[in-house]
């Protein structure tokens, strides 16, 4: 599929993620309209400092409100839906929210797209869905294991959009991050967490566990898998990982950002952090062949080349960040 021209909506669009796929879907041509969650202040969340703003149409609404999403499809022949509650930690504490965002939210955009017809929806999933590996490198074909009521509301609605898909033959791809990381990431991650708390000065560093792995995917490299997955026939009815194959542990990670910051500092384990036992992923590393099998992406940036960008944006937008205070 050829997306330029294509009139395309993003959900999600004012988050990490999406603000970076908005960015880049606007510059390969396509007419865009972004997704954004209905507030009080009409704050459009990090498309209120891109340069393409004025470039893109601005929806407002919420994803759990059917009549808000029949509306924002109007008119749109690709969907990206990204719109999600993300933090683990928060979802121990409000798992119906999730529900309701991540589940019912899922469901309308998938009714709503089948009413109208649309030609591609793309449907977030996240590696969270494995759990702890029972091998590796993970492919598609893994048992999901919802480790918290996070990974469970994803799982949910992964299976929601297959059962669309083989019910109702919608043209149906799920793209499948495994852990994203760059400019504008949430301090509730590890590596903003990281820099961000070594940028303010702190000597010491408050984190949680460091000795699971994870497989670290720059959001450029992200946002082009979630391209290449719309623009190919043979993802359509399939579940796609997007990662580098690349795994290290938290502790390596803090290490190496340390050395690229060039500051000395003490690692505290907060235990807040720490997730419960049974909860915590404690291995993620990617099998990517099948992404690069049907598709044209492969991982442009390495770790170091992302951290070192991640880390010069951080610098220059410290402001937007509260280190000293942990994000639930």
């Known amino acids: 599929m050829d997306l330029t021209d294509k009139k395309v909506l993003i959900t999600g669009s004012s988050g990490f993620i999406g603000s970076h796929l908005t960015e880049k879907l606007v510059k390969l041509g396509c007419n865009v309209r972004a997704f954004v969650k209905y507030n009080f202040k009409n704050d459009w969340g990090w498309l209120e400092h891109s340069e393409v703003k004025d470039e893109v149409e601005v929806y407002t609404g919420d994803i759990r409100d059917y009549d808000a999403v029949y ?85 949910a609605a992964d299976q929601l959009a297959i059962s669309y898909h083989r019910s109702f033959e919608m ?15 949430s301090a509730r991650a590890i590596i903003p967490t990281i820099i961000t708390q070594i940028l303010n000065g702190q000597k010491e560093i408050k984190l949680g566990n460091l000795s699971p792995t994870r497989d670290f995917n720059y959001v450029k490299d992200t946002v082009n898998g979630f391209i290449e997955i719309a623009k190919s026939q043979e993802t359509i009815g399939e579940v796609t990982n997007i ?11 803090v290490d190496l950002i340390i050395e690229l ?48 960008e991640t880390i010069n944006w951080v610098s220059n937008n410290l402001h937007f960040y509260k280190p000293e205070i942990y994000n639930v």
């Open 171 to 185: 043209p149906i791809a799920i793209a499948r991050p495994f852990n994203t990381y760059g400019p504008r990431q």
């Open 243 to 253: 990662g580098s194959n690349y795994e290290i542990s938290m502790q390596d990670t």
């Open 71 to 155: 509306d924002a499809l109007d008119g749109v022949d690709v969907v990206f839906h990204l719109a999600a509650l993300i933090g683990i930690p928060y979802s121990y504490k409000s798992p119906l929210a999730y529900i309701k965002t991540n589940v019912e939210g899922t469901y309308n955009i998938l009714q709503v797209s089948r009413q109208r017809e649309l030609e591609k929806v793309i449907i977030t999933s996240t590696s969270e869905t494995y759990g702890t590996a029972q091998y590796v490198p993970i492919d598609e074909e893994h048992p999901l294991v919802g480790q918290s009521p996070y990974s469970a509301s994803k799982i």
């Open 261 to 308: 910051i060039g500051e000395e500092v003490e690692i505290l384990t907060d235990e807040k952090r720490v997730r419960p036992d049974k909860s915590e992923v404690d291995r993620l590393l990617c099998n990517n062949s099948k992404i690069k099998k049907i598709t044209n992406w492969k991982p442009r940036y390495t770790l170091e080349e992302g951290l070192q």
